[in-house]
């Protein structure tokens, strides 16, 4: 619990708390993808590529730009941390914070995942889940967060006062980025970025403000699909916790593997090109 407070509450402490918020980013200038163009081709996708994702690891995949991705739950609940890249470009990298600024916690169909500064365009657009039936539930959970930031080796030290754990997902997103790429694992390590927690139950808690999770209602047969608005290159990660119902760190956690599943279209939507890097130029003034 936070501790109580210790200063006395101005005279007008109730008016300056009931001020009505403002949302930070009004998006009705953002550019809205065209879903309904994307779920029309949903209907003609030829399955061109399967990876087997297995428990506490992680692997990587290449996307083209205009395919459909979908990370697949196979055997049991499991949960999955998403990074991307732009393929060839490692310094554009999914931008979890400006993402979820823009579309809010917990992403779905029709939010897009966005890439780092100076880039700043949408790297995939999301065109279907299985589980948006969900919502918001009683505790203010959701699935597919972009406010955690991926259970790692630092803050498991930290929080046990000592020793590591190397099946957390930010050292296996490493350990398969450094794989695939040839980069030394130290290299590879900083461009492991925050992630969009596939499936994951997460929210706030209403007392303390603390980030909680919850076991994740996704079930084998479920889906998050994507369509890849650039060449992509995808890094997942299954996470030890399985479906993160007590720990996100854990040797004995029921863990299933996760697939990804890459589709080829037979077109694109009308009108549709790869976005091209942000305007701005850079100046900063200067």
Not at 139 to 160: E, K, M, N, Q, W
């Amino acid at each position: 619990m936070k501790p109580a407070p210790l200063c006395t509450p101005p005279a007008d402490a109730e008016q300056r708390k009931s001020v009505s918020p403002v949302i930070c980013y009004p998006v009705a200038t953002l550019p809205i993808p065209d879903i309904e163009g994307y779920r029309a081709l949903r209907e003609g996708l030829e399955l061109v590529e399967t990876i087997r994702i297995e428990p506490r690891e992680a692997g990587c995949f290449r996307v083209q730009a205009g395919s459909f991705f979908r990370i697949v739950s196979t055997e049991g609940p499991q949960v999955g941390d998403l990074n991307l890249f732009a393929d060839g470009n490692l310094d554009e990298r999914f931008y979890s914070g400006k993402t979820r600024a823009l579309h809010g916690t917990h992403v779905g169909r029709g939010d897009r995942l966005w890439s780092s500064f100076p880039y700043l365009r949408p790297m995939a657009t999301i065109t279907h889940d299985t589980l948006d039936w969900y919502g918001f539930d009683e505790f203010g959970g959701a699935v597919h967060d972009v406010i955690g930031t991926r259970c790692d080796p630092y803050t498991h030290a930290l929080l046990s006062g000592g020793g590591a754990y190397h099946h957390c997902c930010h050292s296996n997103l490493t350990r398969a980025l450094a794989q695939f790429t040839g980069l030394r694992p130290e290299l590879a390590e900083g461009h492991v970025h925050d992630v969009l927690n596939v499936f994951m139950c997460t929210g706030f808690t209403r007392d303390t403000g603390q980030y909680f999770m919850k076991a994740s209602p996704v079930r084998p047969g479920d889906y998050l699909e994507f369509f890849a608005e650039i060449d992509l290159l995808g890094c997942l990660s299954a996470c030890p916790g399985g479906d993160c119902s007590n720990s996100h760190s854990s040797d004995v956690a029921a863990c299933y593997p996760l697939l990804v599943e890459i589709y080829r279209p037979t077109g694109n939507p009308v009108g549709w090109k790869p976005p091209t890097r942000n305007p701005c130029d850079r100046s900063h003034g200067l």
